[in-house]
């Protein structure tokens, strides 16, 4: 075998995390709980678990799960007063749940569920939200987090969920939502916070959080480290392995003028899960009709190639930003961000176009590859604060936004790679098939590997400019709208052994949103309201290429801005001395000009879908010792207007008219709860139900429904250090937790218990 890979290369914090880690462990917990002991406390105690640290004020509950308003200026109102549905995931819920990565932070939020990379989607967070594609409607403290990624939370503070259309907020894309990830910052006071988690299948993972004042309390500088390194509970030979280091540094804490600088990295080093394949209902079968994945019956079967499969990653973000207050209602700051993120992987896809699962009992190791860079450069201005005028009070927000984009694919070139017949399935075809009851990972690969630089870049310049006003008509009656312009130019240049092609598209789009919220009582509201979003073509620029003709090399197509439009009732209320906040909105998204397939790489924007849902939601605390972060989440979908079935430009029979929307359960349900048995003993748990959801449009393959349980207790060992066990999913239920569109499902983890050991002081 041959075999030439661009390594993104290892750097030696990696150690620097490691050595850390391990000298936590070595440290015994009676050691620690002394210097503890003997350290004055600062701050309200909070526990820790999994590396997620508490960062916020000493004035502030955090270990609340109610959250009163989101980080953004955008949001010109408590979250009370605000007439959309948001969802805030706060600190002390990723904590107790033990959280690790995005997908595993947003399992308590209904209605979002993820897909999975392929099909020209890259590997990484694909989440949909309300049934829309939301994979490039990640925001990071605001702004645009672009590139196909896997996120970390070890330097992450909260999530906040945005649902409904809302380009008005962050430009183009946010069909069904959008998702800002809060940064953990430094802080008006000095703490070092930790821990490690030792858990089933070999799980390692050790944080470190430190926090430090200087220059007489003025600045202040934070480090956050991570370590984690697992296997996958119920999977054979899949790990992960990942390190990240995020320093941050602020001046003028406690003036008028702030100016901070952060840095962000993340490495990670897998084995990828290549997934169960789909089996067919009819052995005779041709096509998929409403079939599930097939594990040959042993559900820990990896169908990949240990000689073969990898995946690296790498995300590097800068951030300045410099915030100035020009007296007591008004404040300016200015944003500037260069991130670069990248992934080079080879990916087993158990693929079963030639119908192998059903006729011999096979599985063809089909090998995905990409090798994928993007880079973006991010300036962002706001203004922010309150004035009267006309006898209205006002809570403004406006700003510029000036961003550049450019993501660069390119592949490996595999061979042999072309789909056989796999009528044997022991070591067959030099590794290129297997048994669907009995795969061997350790099969030997004999073909040849080698770089293919040919590829796609695609670049895109952006530029908005958004006014956000929440006016108080009087005490009772608000009035909340905002306005965005955006130019979103983009082109496409894709080379091959034939020559260059060349794909250029020009947009400009407004977006706005109103909601007018009546306040029977102070802490409650009743809303109604309108908000639109627009969906340019191109605008994964080159990460993403569902329904995305640029990357089909469509010249002949519509390439007009898709328009969704949201329509909400909804209430909320903050009870039991405003510590719970309950939710509840019905709501119906329209996307009315979708680009839909009509012929051979020929797109229009002619297609039509819609959601209509129920949202119920619940946070806080119903009493001192008893919290609860809950939701619930209908969504009832339909392709309204379809088109042709096909992606990437090619056509295949049938149409999805009428059919249920891909990635979109019509029932959804989270529970979260946890209580202080005594002043050191919490106890809690979890449950989460999703309802059947199909991987593709024609209805043909889905994953069943599922409910997965899981449980907590911490332990106050002392006042600065915490013992916290987890057990996600207590039942060691077998289920997917992503359907593809064609070939395969991801299997989720089964049964991990993680014993986690925290200090802070």
Not at 77 to 105: F, G, H, W, Y
Not at 637 to 647: A, C, I, P, Q
Not at 714 to 738: C, M
Request: proline share 4%.
């Amino acid at each position: 075998m041959s075999r030439t890979t661009t390594k993104i290369p290892a750097s030696s914090p990696r150690m620097l995390a490691s050595a850390i880690g391990v000298a936590l462990s070595a440290s015994s917990v009676a050691h620690l709980a002394q210097a503890a002991e003997d350290t004055e406390q600062k701050g309200q105690r909070n526990s820790i678990s999994l590396g997620a640290t508490s960062i916020t004020g000493e004035e502030q509950d955090n270990t609340s799960y109610q959250v009163e308003k989101a980080s953004s200026q955008k949001y010109t109102a408590p979250l009370v007063d605000t007439p959309r549905s948001v969802t805030v995931v706060p600190q002390q819920v990723l904590k107790d749940t033990a959280a690790t990565s995005l997908q595993d932070a947003l399992r308590t939020v209904p209605g979002i569920t993820f897909g999975a990379g392929e099909g020209g989607n890259p590997q990484g967070d694909r989440p949909f939200i309300r049934g829309f594609d939301a994979q490039g409607d990640t925001y990071l403290d605001g702004v645009r987090d672009t590139g196909g990624q896997s996120r970390e939370i070890f330097d992450i503070e909260s999530i906040e969920v945005s649902k409904g259309p809302n380009s008005s907020f962050g430009g183009r894309g946010s069909a069904g939502g959008s998702l800002n990830l809060v940064s953990k910052t430094p802080q008006a006071r000095d703490f070092t916070n930790g821990g490690f988690t030792y858990g089933s299948d070999q799980t390692r993972r050790y944080v470190l959080d430190v926090n430090r004042q200087f220059l007489d309390d003025s600045a202040a500088f934070r480090l956050n480290l991570m370590s984690h390194e697992q296997n996958v509970a119920g999977r054979d030979a899949v790990n992960y392995d990942r390190w990240g280091v995020a320093p941050s540094l602020t001046f003028g804490l406690g003036t008028p003028t702030r100016v901070n600088l952060s840095y962000y990295h993340l490495e990670s080093n897998d084995l990828p899960d290549s997934g169960i394949p789909y089996g067919y209902g009819s052995s005779t079968a041709t096509a998929h009709v409403h079939d599930k994945p097939n594990d040959g019956g042993d559900s820990n079967n990896f169908y990949g190639l240990k000689d073969r499969d990898f995946r690296k990653t790498r995300a590097d973000i800068s951030t300045f930003s410099i915030e100035h207050d020009l007296n007591d209602t008004m404040t300016l700051k200015n944003t500037l961000r260069h991130g670069s993120t990248g992934q080079d992987y080879i990916l087993t896809q158990p693929d079963d176009s030639k119908f192998n699962v059903n006729r011999f009992g096979t599985v063809w190791r089909r090998a995905n590859s990409r090798v994928s860079t993007t880079t973006t450069t991010t300036n962002q201005t706001d203004l922010f604060g309150s004035f009267q005028a006309l006898g209205f009070k006002h809570s403004y927000s406006t700003g510029l936004e000036f961003t550049g984009e450019e993501t660069r694919v390119s592949s490996y070139t595999i061979s042999p790679n072309a789909n056989p017949i796999c009528t044997v399935a022991k070591g067959s075809l030099g590794g290129q098939c297997t048994s669907l009851s009995n795969p061997n990972p350790d099969d030997a690969w004999t073909g040849s590997i080698a770089r293919n630089y040919y590829g796609t870049t695609t670049k895109a310049t952006s530029r908005g400019a958004y006014v956000f006003d929440t006016i108080e008509l009087d005490p009772k009656w608000l009035l909340n709208v905002g306005l965005r312009y955006d130019t979103f130019d983009t082109v496409a240049n894709t080379d091959s052994a034939t020559g260059r092609s060349k794909i250029k598209e020009d947009s400009q789009f407004f977006n706005w949103q109103a909601g007018l919220v009546w306040k029977p009582v102070e802490n409650a509201s009743i809303y109604a309201s309108y908000a639109t979003s627009a969906t340019p073509a191109g605008g994964l620029v080159g990460e993403g290429s569902d329904g995305n003709p640029l990357s089909a090399g469509a010249a002949t197509s519509d390439l007009q801005p898709e328009e969704t439009v949201n329509y909400e009732l909804g209430t909320k209320w903050d009870l039991f001395h405003d510590r719970l906040s309950l939710t509840a909105a019905v709501f119906r998204t329209e996307k009315k000009n979708t680009r839909i397939l009509v012929d051979a790489l020929t797109y229009q924007n002619a297609g039509e879908s819609q959601v209509d849902g129920v949202e119920l939601s619940a946070s806080g605390k119903i009493t001192d010792q008893w919290q609860v972060f809950a939701g619930y989440s209908y969504l009832d979908s339909e392709l309204v207007k379809s088109g042709l079935n096909g992606r990437n430009g090619v056509v295949s029979s049938g149409s999805s008219k009428g059919n249920q929307m891909p990635n979109t359960p019509k029932n959804t349900f989270s529970l979260w709860t946890t209580y202080d048995v005594t002043s050191k003993l919490t106890i809690g748990g979890g449950a989460f139900y999703v309802d059947q959801v199909y991987g593709d449009a024609g209805n043909t393959v889905y994953v069943p429904s599922y409910t997965r349980y899981d449980a907590m207790a911490s332990y106050k060992l002392t006042k600065n250090v915490d013992l916290q066990l987890n057990v996600q999913n207590l039942t060691d239920k077998l289920y997917y937790d992503k359907a593809f569109s064609t070939h395969f499902a991801n299997q989720a983890a089964g049964r991990t218990a993680l014993l986690t050991t925290s200090f802070h002081f």
